[in-house]
Every structure is written in structure tokens, then in C-alpha cells.
């Protein structure tokens, strides 16, 4: 930092320090609600997936209608995120919270009605928004209502939804569907949602604190930054959420204006600070080095780590006639490993760190080498089982990367700003989600035409490309390690 940065005007510094911290006495109870909220919302990005075929032969929706019911969501969604962080950290948890919970709800009562494939389609992009706005409440809170060896414990059980939520969403609905039939049983993958919704509604007027203003504050939303770095975003993730439905490569040029717009976000966030206004996102972030270090592990971590379900779950159904509860539960011992290792290494992360994060990538990738030495032994419909032992390693590795890494990331950043921090490195992760499903389903399915119809072989590779992605992840770990111990 030079001198002329140091002198620059900037907002109030944040009064809330630690040692003007008190526990408060409902920070456990406000942590449930949120995380119940976090996990619903975190499950629509996967639990779709299974339930495409039902939603085909209910409303007769083609390929691209399913398409953008899978990406709407995941678009809307991504979009939000560091805005919603940026609200909440302005006018509080709970009404950010509570605003995006009704626009949530609202938005899975229609998809659940929708009449057609454009109902839903539209129902999807609100119920995005709606996800965008409640999921940066998670790091934020947590960011506020805990400190210490507390914060760690507090992020391994977001880790642990994080973790669960994407490895069951096939599970839960592949039961929703077993139950309410292959003609609308898609339909209660969204109703389900209304109950939990109302209750997490009714929950966080009582347990999530509000924030109380202090005199001559001023709130400050950055609009313009904001929809700077909204357009960048979404001109980043389109290519890759329509990889398959946009032939060619002239969705690719998209990334050079998403660049450009970058850097203007960058110019503009500094010009926006020299003004002493808070700015959407403190650059100065990112001179922390474990901050960087994280956001760039979780983006090549969530490239691979939602590649996994995404062509496994078509590997059994399309491939061995697994019906869609079949799937989910093969992907069940994940997400018992995973939220069961989430849980503990809240308890050891603050002591441990990146020796933490570094190791459960080594398990990830040994549990993906297993899995795909299984699915080489047993070409056979007992491949669930044979994949179920590494699936269990795998979960455990990675309940030991994502809450960790979330934990390390935000340990020198100020509460006030916990929830754009937030949101930006779960930018991050839901840019990493798109870029890995978009390379891993594109080799995937190019692959199964190569071998025509080689299942087996396809999802051999593609989980070859997964560990790469892991790899890279394990990298930056690693340099982690180096650059820490050479500045001691």
C-alpha cells in the first residue's frame, strides 16, 4: 500500500471490533435459521437435475426450454450475490434475509403451478434472484455473531449444507419424483420448498438480530458498481451455462467485453472510494493473502466438485437404467462423508489452517481415482456400489476444503464487510460451478458420441478432467503453504 493510498479518504472505520465484541445469546439459534434458508436454496441449484425428464413429459418442454430452467436459476442467482452481500451488510441480516425468502417462496409456488414451459422458465429467474439475495446472509452473519475458535465451528456447518446440498439434491429428488409420480412429480421438487420457506420466515423475525444503526451513519449501495460487475458477470457465465444450446464459438466472445467491463469495475470502485463512499467491493480485499489464495482455490475447487453429480447422476440413468431415486442414493455416502468431516474440521481449522484445506484436497482426488478405477472393474449395474467407498472418501475431503477454505478466506476480513466478501468468493464458486459443468459435460458427451454409447468410457474421462480441476485447487493450496511459511 503506498502512501497516497493510505491517505485516501474512505468510509468510517468499522467500530464493531473484537474487542468491543459480546456474544450474542441468540447467534446459535439465528445461525439454524439462515442455514436452513441456505440450504433450500443451495438444493434448487441441484435437484433439478434428475427431475428434467419428469419436467419434459409434464409440459412437454423441449431441450433448450430445459436448459434455461437449469441455467435461469443459476444465472439469476450468480448475479445477486455480491449485491446481496453488499445489502445486507448496509441495512442487516434480516430484512435482506427476510426479502429474499419471500421472493424465494413466491418463486417456488410458481414453479411448482407453472402451466407451461415459459411460466416456468420465468419462475426460475425470479426464484434466482430470490437465492442470490438470501445465500451472502450466511458469511455475513457469521462474519458478525462469531469470533474465534466459535467462527470456525460456525462456517464447518455452512461448509456441511454447502457440501450436502449439492451431493443430495438427486436424492431428495429422486424421492419427491418416485412419489409424486414421472408426470408431476417434478412439481414437489418446488412446493416442498413453501413450507420450509414460511417457517424460516417466521424463525428469523425472532433469532436473527437486526442491526442496529449508528448515529450519522450513512448507507451506501454503490448502484453503479453494481451493475458493472453485474454485467460482468453474466457475460462470464453465459458461454458456459449455454455451452450446449449455443453451437460455435462465437459465445466465447463474450469474455472480452466481460474484461473490459472488469476493469472499468476496478477503475470505478477506486474512483468510488477516493470520494470517501463504501464501495461495492473493497479491493483492498484482495491484498490479503488468504483471501486471494481462497477465492482462487474455491473457483477451481467448484469446477470440479459439481462436475461430479452432474455426469455421474446421466451415467447410471442413461446408462445402466437407474431410476432417479437409484442415482441419488448412490451419490448418497458424499454427502454423508462431507457433512460429517464439514462438522469436525470447524473444530480444528483455526488450529490446523491450510494443512486442513490441503489434505482433504489429497482425499478428494484419491476418492476420485477410486471412483474411477470402480467404474473400469464393474461395468455392471453394481457399479453404485463399487463407486459408494471412494464416493465416502471423496465426501470426506471435501467437508474438509469448502468450510475451511471459506473460514481462512474471511478470518482477516471486517465484519462489516463479511457479506460482499462473502458473496464475491461465492461469485467465485458458482462461476467455477458453470465453466467445470460446461468443460465436463462437453467432453462427456463428446466422448459418448466418439464411442457411441460408451458410458462407462465417457464418465472416465470426464472425472479425469474433475481431478485435474482438483489438482489445480491442491496447487494453490500448496503455494499457500509456501508463500505463509516464507513470510515467517
Do not use: H
Request: proline share 5%.
Amino acid at each position: 500500500m503506498t502512501a497516497q493510498d493510505r491517505t485516501q479518504p474512505g468510509p468510517p472505520p468499522d467500530r464493531r471490533s473484537d474487542d468491543a465484541y459480546e456474544p450474542d445469546p441468540r447467534r446459535w439459534r439465528a445461525l439454524s435459521v439462515v442455514l436452513v434458508a441456505g440450504f433450500m436454496v443451495l438444493l434448487d441449484v441441484s435437484i433439478v437435475n434428475v427431475a428434467l425428464p419428469s419436467i419434459s413429459q409434464g409440459l412437454g418442454a423441449d431441450d433448450s426450454d430445459l436448459q434455461w430452467v437449469v441455467s435461469g436459476y443459476a444465472l439469476a442467482f450468480g448475479l445477486l450475490l455480491v449485491a446481496g452481500g453488499r445489502v445486507g451488510d448496509a441495512r442487516g441480516r434480516r430484512p435482506t434475509l427476510m426479502l429474499g425468502l419471500a421472493i424465494f417462496t413466491l418463486a417456488s409456488a410458481a414453479c411448482g403451478l407453472a402451466l407451461n414451459p415459459v411460466m416456468l422458465i420465468v419462475a426460475r429467474l425470479v426464484q434466482g434472484i430470490g437465492g442470490g439475495l438470501v445465500t451472502p446472509q450466511n458469511a455475513g452473519l457469521i462474519q458478525d455473531l462469531f469470533r474465534g475458535a466459535e467462527r470456525g465451528r460456525a462456517f464447518g456447518l455452512f461448509g456441511a449444507v454447502v457440501g450436502v446440498s449439492t451431493a443430495i439434491g438427486p436424492l431428495v429428488g429422486g424421492l419427491l419424483i418416485q412419489v409424486g409420480g414421472a408426470q408431476d412429480g417434478w412439481r414437489w421438487i418446488f412446493f416442498v420448498n413453501l413450507p420450509v420457506g414460511i417457517v424460516a420466515m417466521i424463525l428469523a423475525v425472532r433469532t436473527v438480530p437486526q442491526r442496529v444503526r449508528e448515529k450519522g451513519e450513512r448507507t451506501d449501495y454503490d448502484p453503479v458498481g453494481a451493475v458493472i460487475l453485474g454485467l460482468a458477470t453474466l457475460l462470464v457465465l453465459l458461454p458456459f451455462v449455454e455451452s450446449r444450446s449455443w453451437s460455435g464459438g462465437l459465445k466465447w466472445t463474450l469474455l472480452v467485453p466481460a474484461a473490459l467491463l472488469g476493469v472499468l469495475f476496478v477503475q470505478w470502485e477506486r474512483v468510488y472510494r477516493r470520494r470517501g463512499r463504501q464501495p461495492m467491493v473493497d479491493l483492498g480485499l484482495f491484498r490479503r493473502r488468504t483471501y486471494t489464495f481462497g477465492s482462487a482455490l474455491a473457483l477451481a475447487y467448484f469446477a470440479g466438485f459439481t462436475g461430479v453429480f452432474f455426469i455421474y447422476v446421466q451415467f447410471l440413468q442413461d446408462g445402466l437404467g437407474y431410476s432417479a431415486l437409484q442415482s441419488g442414493l448412490a451419490s448418497t455416502p458424499f454427502a454423508l462423508g462431507s457433512a460429517v468431516s464439514a462438522g469436525l474440521s470447524g473444530r480444528v481449522v483455526t488450529r490446523l489452517g491450510w494443512k486442513l484445506v490441503t489434505a482433504g484436497l489429497v482425499l478428494v482426488i484419491v476418492g476420485l481415482i477410486g471412483s474411477w478405477v470402480a467404474i473400469g472393474l464393474v461395468a455392471s449395474a453394481a457399479v453404485g456400489w463399487a463407486v459408494a467407498g471412494p464416493f465416502l472418501v471423496a465426501g470426506v475431503g471435501s467437508g474438509l476444503v469448502i468450510a475451511p477454505n471459506q473460514t481462512l478466506a474471511l478470518s482477516e476480513v471486517p465484519p462489516r464487510e463479511g457479506g460482499a466478501a462473502g458473496g464475491v468468493i461465492q461469485t467465485g464458486q458458482r462461476i467455477g460451478s458453470a465453466a467445470g459443468i460446461a468443460a465436463v459435460g462437453s467432453l462427456y458427451y463428446s466422448r459418448l458420441a466418439d464411442t457411441r454409447g460408451d458410458f462407462a468410457a465417457a464418465v472416465r474421462d470426464g472425472f479425469l478432467l474433475i481431478i485435474v480441476f482438483v489438482a489445480v485447487a491442491l496447487a494453490i493450496a500448496v503455494a499457500d503453504l509456501v508463500v505463509e511459511r516464507g513470510s515467517r
